[in-house]
Structures are given as structure tokens and as C-alpha cells.
């Protein structure tokens, strides 16, 4: 069987088994439409408080709005209470978002002193009242990103896993990293292969994925998918690569000057998006990853996060676009 193929969750079918991680401040639409072209079978949405669109904040509501451009769309939600989650997902529901997924795997304090994130792992009752909630409010699919163990010693995913899946979870993403480790370290691939042998519900592995040579150890412990975070910032077109390698095509990783105008048009899609102090700023998170590979990458960097206005941005590319 090939190794990129469609991915069913639930009902819904996606085109590849490649998928963008959630990744705050960084996976907005403007990103997750370019990753589409860049061959990722299913996007995935930053992460949205449901407690903040209880209380109708306008950030997080304006967080859920989906571009007719960016589907197959999985909106991810965040929250330590059942109802308060059940009421998020109807929220993503009505905006278009195919799947919904819910967090119980970040490590962030913030998230954590929510009594959500990677504590709920501590409470396996309190994620299955919060998936049979979920899944109770909305006809989309519901699944469940979580991690294999908080510390490096008890491993919890294939609990979770079944967890899951008893409580109607269509699919689990599994980060193949204790919360203690948070994105250091390499994937603990025996442990993921546990948490496949453990569910008959697909298996998303998660966690260090930057090539072909890790989806693919990731696919033989027995996942479904692959979901690829990091990897993907600065190199939309990480998936197509994979794709190919694993399919017994030569890869053609994009060049420096497509990443440029790759990166040029995320900037204009912020602007677009946020208005142009918003645009500009955001772009700046995810600077470093656009020009290391280049000579000079850090004064470039410098210049980029020092620029005020689109018109500068264009200004300090522009000369990287001819080479």
C-alpha cells in the first residue's frame, strides 16, 4: 500500500494523508491556503479559546472565519469545560470548518492554568465527557490532538487513544513527544507504534517531522497520517516533497527565490487580511525561518523585523527575487 494516500476521518474523506499542524500565531488562513498548494491534504487552524468565544470575545470569533480557498479545514479548539467546548464546535461548525480538534496536548502555562492543554491528560474522564459533548453538538467530525506521555517515563497515548475512540473521536493526533520535552528531542516512535496497535480509529503521527525519512517511520509504526508543524514554516511545499520521495519521484525542493516570493505573498495576504500594522507584524513571527538559508540571514532577519510598511518589506525582498 503506498504511504500517501486519501485519509478518512469520519465522513470526511481528505485528498492526501499529509497534514498542516496547528501551530499559534503561525497557521492562519493566509498560511494555510499556501500549504494546500503546496500539497498538505487537510490544514489545520491555531488553536481557539473556548471560553473566549463563550464570552463573544471579537479576536477568537474572527479566529473561526473560514476562506472558501482553505478546505479541507480542521479548526482546533481549547478549553477544560464539556459544554463550553460543545459550544465552540458548533461555533467552528457554522463557519465551515470540516473537522473539528480538540486540545489536550499543548504544554503552554497559559493554556495549562486554563485547565486545559496537556493537563486534561491527567484526567482521561474529563477528555471523554469533553469528546461525547463535542460530538453530541455538531455533525462534523470530532478528533482529539493530544501527546504520548506528560513526563518521559509513563506513557499515556494509547490510553488516550482508546479514550477516544470509546467516546466517538474519528481520528487522534498523537505528538510523539512528552509535554515535558515540548519540541525538543526526536519523536518516540515505538511509543506511537503502540498507540496505532491500540485503536482501530486513524492514527495522526506528530512531532520533529522536517523530511521524508521521519513521515516514513511514522507510517510504519502504523499511522494513518502525518502532521507536520515546523517543518512546514518557511517551506510550505514540505508536503509535495514528501509526497514525492515517498512515492518513488524525485523531490524538487522549492528554491531560494521561491521561497522569497512565497514568502513576499504571505506578507501581502497579512496585510490584506489584518491591515498593514497587523500584517507586517505578524509576518515578523516567522522571519527566521524564510531567510536562514541565505547568505547574510542575519541581517536580513534584522531588517525584516525592523520594517514598518509593506512598501519596506518589498524594498529589502526585492533584490533576493532577482537572484
Not at 76 to 98: H, P
Amino acid at each position: 500500500m503506498p504511504y500517501i494516500r486519501p485519509l478518512k476521518i469520519g465522513s470526511f474523506i481528505c485528498p492526501s494523508n499529509l497534514v498542516l499542524a496547528p501551530m499559534a500565531g503561525i497557521t492562519d488562513s493566509p498560511f494555510r491556503i499556501i500549504c494546500l498548494r503546496g500539497g498538505a491534504g487537510l490544514v489545520c487552524a491555531e488553536m481557539v479559546s473556548a471560553n473566549a468565544l463563550k464570552f463573544e470575545s471579537q479576536k477568537s470569533l474572527k479566529m473561526l472565519r473560514v476562506n472558501q480557498k482553505e478546505h479541507p479545514l480542521s479548526m482546533q479548539v481549547f478549553g477544560g469545560d464539556a459544554q463550553t467546548i460543545a459550544l465552540a464546535c458548533k461555533l467552528a461548525e457554522q463557519q465551515g470548518a470540516d473537522i473539528i480538534d480538540i486540545n489536550a496536548g499543548c504544554p503552554v502555562k497559559k493554556v495549562n492554568k486554563a485547565g486545559a492543554g496537556c493537563v486534561l491528560m491527567k484526567e482521561p474522564a474529563k477528555i471523554a465527557d469533553i469528546i461525547k459533548a463535542a460530538v453530541k453538538s455538531v455533525k462534523v467530525p470530532i478528533t482529539l490532538k493530544t501527546r504520548i506521555s506528560l513526563n518521559r517515563t509513563e506513557i499515556l497515548g494509547p490510553l488516550l487513544c482508546r479514550i477516544a475512540q470509546d467516546s466517538g473521536a474519528s481520528a487522534i493526533t498523537i505528538h510523539a513527544r512528552a509535554a515535558i520535552d515540548v519540541h525538543t528531542g526526536p519523536p518516540n516512535i515505538a511509543a506511537l507504534e503502540e498507540c496505532c496497535k491500540a485503536v482501530s480509529i486513524p492514527v495522526i503521527g506528530n512531532g520533529g517531522v522536517a523530511d521524508a525519512q521521519t513521515a516514513q517511520k511514522m507510517f510504519d509504526a502504523g499511522c494513518a497520517g502525518v502532521m507536520i508543524g515546523r517543518g512546514a514554516v518557511g517551506n510550505p511545499f514540505i508536503f509535495k516533497e514528501i509526497s514525492d520521495t515517498l512515492g518513488g519521484r524525485p523531490a524538487k525542493p522549492i528554491t531560494l527565490t521561491e521561497k522569497i516570493k512565497l514568502f513576499k505573498e504571505l506578507i501581502e495576504e497579512n496585510v490584506k487580511l489584518y491591515g498593514e500594522y497587523s500584517g507586517i507584524n505578524r509576518s515578523k513571527k516567522t522571519v527566521g525561518y524564510w531567510v536562514r538559508d541565505f547568505n547574510g540571514s542575519a541581517a536580513l532577519r534584522e531588517r525584516l523585523v525592523r520594517a514598518q510598511t509593506l512598501k519596506e518589506a518589498r524594498e529589502i525582498l526585492a533584490p533576493l527575487l532577482q537572484k
